[in-house]
């Protein structure tokens, strides 16, 4: 049941947000949560999408089909769940209930497993709709998550709030990926659903000790009493929030980053074996050097960005960062060299994650710093923007590759083609993120204006 909350002056509410926050060690407890999320989710881009190709000998495509899926049901869903959970008084019920949702549906997607092992379709039906509903989960959990750190961490706590929350999905997805790959030897089908069971417990039981009182004292700020009973619809509100110049620029800002980020997913391994004959082994090693320098970027993104603040600048900055990367491996067959090559690639993991830290952060900003409560609802939308990224882009990068290796008649001309579309895409992304931030800071000012000129009336 919905409590009613007393209307408060802007100024108040404005007051409230800047005042409220959370200590490290509570931002560093939701990282966790954002960890289990990714431990649930990564059984289906791991173990299970090998488990279908390489022991069931089926197409790539379905994997890549139910990841799509996964990332479709995001687009629809976390718009309506940010909303929802706006609208009423606690998000920590949604986070737990949307945890539990989505292990169900990664138990659902291990156990459709055996059934595509007899009876393809029927199997592949099973596992579609398991894909639903974790995506479903995930949606329920993660944007009411980030809904409630953006919030309740102070200004200069946002850019810390980001690397912890991206470094811990990390950590969770390696200690995932790892501990399932040890105990799934020798490999059956009970097996694996019974570490998706395990993952999706323990995700649970994690979350739960990291929400534990977090969530104490009242919201910094809350939608209208319309909103709240349920007068003002869904359509008119996410409608309000589209109007906003920023939130459309920025929306257009996460599709564009996400897209070229994601496409790189599947094609810079292969490229490396292609154009500078690095063994399976030397370019699973190139591919951890990428990930390293993300985590480095990341962290010194967040050290340095807590101090400067302008995160929606230091986002653009990664963005034209990895847009040179990416200039510089299109010219890197011409070097010969796979140690000028690692660099490069070292350097793009480096831009990357200045990018991810300054889009997250800055993604919390123009969310926290609004004091119409609508913080879910805009992280709905930004995140939507993310997961029809991720669907298009992962599948985009491989398809894109192929297109131009039969147009040029050149594999290696084909990636290249594909590099440089993403050095194009994070280009823009640059620009309009500095779009945004330019078009936020002068809908401000005439907020302020407009407050101004209301207290010199009254």
Same mark, same amino acid.
Request: aromatic fraction near 6%; proline fraction near 4%.
């Given at each position: 049941?919905?409590?009613?909350?007393?209307?408060?002056?802007?100024?108040?509410?404005?007051?409230?947000?800047?005042?409220?926050?959370?200590?490290?060690?509570?931002?560093?407890?939701?990282?966790?949560?954002?960890?289990?999320?990714?431990?649930?989710?990564?059984?289906?881009?791991?173990?299970?999408?090998?488990?279908?190709?390489?022991?069931?000998?089926?197409?790539?495509?379905?994997?890549?089909?139910?990841?799509?899926?996964?990332?479709?049901?995001?687009?629809?869903?976390?718009?309506?769940?940010?909303?929802?959970?706006?609208?009423?008084?606690?998000?920590?019920?949604?986070?737990?209930?949307?945890?539990?949702?989505?292990?169900?549906?990664?138990?659902?997607?291990?156990?459709?497993?055996?059934?595509?092992?007899?009876?393809?379709?029927?199997?592949?039906?099973?596992?579609?709709?398991?894909?639903?509903?974790?995506?479903?989960?995930?949606?329920?959990?993660?944007?009411?998550?980030?809904?409630?750190?953006?919030?309740?961490?102070?200004?200069?706590?946002?850019?810390?709030?980001?690397?912890?929350?991206?470094?811990?999905?990390?950590?969770?997805?390696?200690?995932?990926?790892?501990?399932?790959?040890?105990?799934?030897?020798?490999? @059956?089908?009970?097996?694996?659903? +019974?570490?998706? $069971? %395990?993952?999706? =417990?323990?995700?649970?039981?994690? &979350?739960? /000790? !990291? *929400?534990?009182?977090?969530?104490?004292?009242?919201?910094?700020?809350?939608?209208?009493?319309?909103?709240?009973?349920?007068?003002?619809?869904?359509?008119?509100?996410?409608?309000?929030?589209?109007?906003?110049?920023?939130?459309?620029?920025?929306?257009?800002?996460?599709?564009?980053?996400?897209?070229?980020?994601?496409?790189?997913?599947?094609?810079?391994?292969?490229?490396?074996?292609?154009?500078?004959?690095?063994?399976?082994?030397? @370019?699973?090693?190139?591919?951890? +050097?990428?990930? $390293? %320098?993300?985590? =480095?970027?990341?962290?010194?993104? &967040?050290? /340095? !960005? *807590?101090?400067?603040?302008?995160?929606?600048?230091?986002?653009?900055?990664?963005?034209?960062?990895?847009?040179?990367?990416?200039?510089?491996?299109?010219?890197?067959?011409?070097?010969?060299?796979?140690?000028?090559?690692?660099?490069?690639?070292?350097?793009?993991?480096?831009?990357?994650?200045?990018?991810?830290?300054?889009?997250?952060?800055?993604?919390?900003?123009?969310?926290?710093?609004?004091?119409?409560?609508?913080?879910?609802?805009?992280?709905?939308?930004?995140? +939507?923007?993310?997961?029809?990224?991720? =669907?298009?882009?992962?599948?985009?990068?491989?398809?894109?590759?192929?297109?131009?290796?039969?147009?040029?008649?050149?594999?290696?001309?084909?990636?290249?083609?594909?590099?440089?579309?993403?050095?194009?895409?994070?280009?823009?992304?640059?620009?309009?993120?500095?779009?945004?931030?330019?078009?936020?800071?002068?809908?401000?000012?005439?907020?302020?204006?407009?407050?101004?000129?209301?207290?010199?009336?009254?």
């Amino acid at each position: 049941m919905t409590t009613a909350v007393a209307p408060v002056s802007m100024s108040t509410q404005a007051r409230r947000s800047v005042e409220a926050g959370m200590s490290w060690w509570q931002l560093t407890r939701l990282g966790f949560v954002q960890a289990a999320i990714g431990a649930v989710v990564v059984l289906l881009t791991t173990t299970i999408n090998r488990v279908i190709v390489v022991e069931l000998g089926l197409p790539a495509l379905i994997p890549g089909l139910l990841v799509a899926l996964h990332f479709g049901v995001q687009l629809i869903l976390r718009p309506r769940m940010g909303h929802d959970s706006d609208r009423h008084g606690r998000r920590t019920p949604w986070i737990l209930g949307g945890l539990l949702v989505c292990a169900l549906g990664g138990i659902g997607v291990a156990a459709s497993i055996p059934v595509m092992a007899t009876n393809v379709v029927l199997g592949v039906a099973l596992a579609s709709l398991a894909s639903v509903i974790l995506g479903a989960g995930v949606s329920a959990a993660g944007t009411p998550l980030l809904a409630l750190m953006s919030e309740r961490a102070k200004p200069s706590q946002r850019a810390g709030a980001a690397a912890i929350t991206w470094i811990l999905m990390i950590v969770g997805i390696i200690i995932t990926a790892a501990t399932s790959g040890a105990l799934l030897d020798p490999f @059956s089908y009970t097996r694996l659903i +019974a570490i998706a $069971g %395990g993952i999706g =417990a323990v995700g649970l039981l994690v &979350a739960w /000790l !990291a *929400t534990l009182g977090v969530e104490r004292g009242p919201r910094p700020v809350m939608p209208s009493q319309d909103e709240i009973d349920g007068k003002t619809s869904f359509r008119t509100t996410l409608q309000t929030v589209w109007n906003e110049p920023a939130a459309r620029l920025f929306s257009g800002f996460i599709f564009l980053a996400m897209f070229a980020y994601s496409a790189q997913d599947l094609i810079l391994e292969p490229f490396a074996g292609i154009a500078f004959g690095m063994t399976p082994g030397e @370019s699973t090693k190139l591919s951890g +050097a990428h990930h $390293g %320098g993300v985590l =480095a970027g990341m962290i010194v993104a &967040a050290l /340095l !960005a *807590t101090r400067t603040g302008q995160l929606r600048h230091w986002a653009a900055a990664g963005c034209g960062a990895s847009a040179l990367a990416y200039l510089a491996m299109v010219a890197s067959p011409g070097f010969s060299s796979v140690t000028v090559f690692t660099a490069i690639v070292v350097v793009l993991g480096l831009s990357n994650g200045v990018f991810a830290i300054g889009a997250i952060g800055s993604m919390m900003a123009l969310t926290g710093d609004k004091t119409d409560g609508r913080a879910g609802l805009r992280l709905g939308v930004f995140g +939507a923007a993310q997961a029809l990224a991720y =669907a298009v882009g992962t599948m985009s990068g491989a398809a894109g590759v192929d297109a131009a290796r039969a147009i040029l008649d050149s594999p290696v001309r084909g990636y290249l083609a594909v590099f440089a579309v993403q050095a194009l895409l994070f280009g823009a992304s640059a620009w309009l993120a500095l779009r945004s931030a330019s078009s936020e800071r002068a809908t401000d000012v005439f907020q302020q204006r407009g407050e101004m000129l209301s207290a010199v009336i009254q």
